[in-house]
């Protein structure tokens, strides 16, 4: 059996640390305006309270929370994209995914699932990281996305890979375990970032494997996981 590995890119091959500062740096800022109370602290500790409530766009969730009564969400929103936007932030590789992908690529199938485009494949490539993916599909090509299972469905379609020979990497519960048991694949969660604390509501939920960094799944870990492998 030949076993596919996809990998999550927001939080498992790319390092969102530097994006969530600044998405809290910028929110608090445009809060702020309205209430000069509001700290980076409350900023934070809402981003915990729309976590634990499964709430698929943080950041949308902090602003509506607070500027939504008030008319201003809209005009909020567009500030924060287009401030974070000329940041100029760049990407940013996760600690040991380079080791991963080096020594599992002669292994396993390797391909990408999620929600980054053109950019982002041409920055694997750039750091002479995208000869290790066997599977290089984005979402620039597909109209739909996460969490939506069609989604993985359609990659899955599209790369040729049975969902009982795949594995999906991700640190989303709602985003990436979820929708990946749906459609049949076996999940492995990395619990780093935004979402390390979003935890499993029902039995169905928990992934078949949590590890706390990318470095953690071996090859020993994956045959347990996929015993015909």
């Known amino acids: 059996m030949s076993v596919n590995i996809f990998l999550d890119a927001g939080g498992v091959i790319l390092d969102e640390t530097s994006f969530?500062?600044?998405?809290?740096?910028?929110?608090?800022?445009?809060?702020?305006?309205?209430?000069?109370?509001?700290?980076?602290?409350?900023?934070?500790?809402?981003?915990?309270?729309?976590?634990?409530?499964?709430?698929?766009?943080?950041y949308d969730y902090i602003l509506y929370k607070h500027l939504g009564g008030k008319g201003d969400f809209t005009?909020?929103?567009?500030?924060?994209?287009?401030?974070?936007k000329n940041a100029h932030l760049g990407f940013q590789l996760t600690h040991g995914i380079r080791e991963f992908l080096a020594g599992l690529s002669g292994i396993y199938n390797i391909g990408i699932l999620g929600q980054y485009g053109k950019d982002f494949r041409d920055?694997?490539?750039?750091?002479?990281?995208?000869?290790?993916?066997?599977?290089?599909?984005?979402?620039?090509?597909?109209?739909?996305?996460?969490?939506?299972?069609?989604?993985?469905?359609?990659?899955?379609?599209?790369?040729?890979?049975?969902?009982?020979?795949?594995?999906?990497?991700?640190?989303?519960?709602?985003?990436?375990?979820?929708?990946?048991k749906m459609t049949g694949l076996k999940t492995i969660r990395i619990k780093t970032g935004l979402h390390r604390n979003q935890e499993p509501r029902i039995p169905e939920e928990i992934p078949d494997m949590t590890v706390k960094k990318i470095t953690?799944?071996?090859?020993?870990?994956?045959r347990e996981l996929m015993p015909a492998c």
Do not use: H
């Open 20 to 58: 969530e500062e600044k998405s809290a740096e910028i929110i608090t800022k445009i809060i702020k305006g309205f209430n000069n109370d509001y700290t980076i602290e409350n900023y934070w500790n809402d981003a915990d309270e729309a976590v634990y409530r499964y709430v698929p766009k943080v």
């Open 75 to 84: 005009k909020s929103k567009a500030e924060y994209k287009e401030t974070l």
């Open 123 to 180: 920055y694997l490539e750039s750091e002479n990281l995208l000869l290790y993916f066997t599977y290089t599909e984005i979402q620039d090509n597909y109209p739909i996305t996460k969490p939506d299972p069609r989604y993985f469905e359609a990659i899955l379609k599209k790369d040729n890979c049975n969902p009982i020979e795949s594995i999906m990497v991700g640190d989303r519960i709602d985003k990436d375990i979820i929708p990946a």
């Open 216 to 222: 953690d799944i071996s090859i020993e870990s994956l």
